[in-house]
């Protein structure tokens, strides 16, 4: 079970930072993600990372701006969001999948097998 955090109404240039809290015993196995879902669009790539955590992609609309993490302690990814735009308003979704290579990251919604509900950002102009 994956369960997102942080979600907020912001000001253009504001940051936030979104948790996903996994619930299992393995989440070291398990390669992460964040997408997101503005009304009317397609579900998109935001960003992920390793089961390690030593590799991150990210998509072209949020590098330099936001950062992906995670905590394997805590069982916890989270998404740093800086210098936040009204074009990323949308709901943002934590996703998981299962690898046996630490160092992979998949970046295509059907590389997910889990997928959490969904926190809502918010960004005014």
């Known amino acids: 079970q994956l369960v997102e955090s942080g979600g907020g109404l912001v000001q253009a240039g504001a940051s936030l930072r979104l948790s996903c809290a996994a619930s299992g015993r393995t989440f070291s196995s398990f390669a992460m993600g964040w997408f997101r879902q503005a009304p009317g669009e397609e579900r998109e790539f935001v960003a992920a990372?390793?089961?390690?955590?030593?590799?991150?992609r990210y998509a072209e609309s949020v590098k330099g701006r936001f950062t992906i993490s995670r905590d394997n302690a805590k069982n916890t990814v989270y998404l740093q969001m800086n210098s936040l735009k009204p074009e990323d308003t949308a709901e943002y979704y934590c996703?998981?999948?299962?690898?046996?290579?630490?160092?992979?990251?998949?970046?295509?919604?059907?590389?997910?097998?889990?997928w959490g509900q969904g926190t809502q950002v918010t960004v005014s102009s």
């Open positions: 990372i390793s089961s390690r955590g030593d590799n991150t």
């Open positions: 996703a998981a999948r299962w690898t046996a290579s630490g160092s992979s990251t998949f970046t295509a919604r059907n590389d997910y097998n889990y």
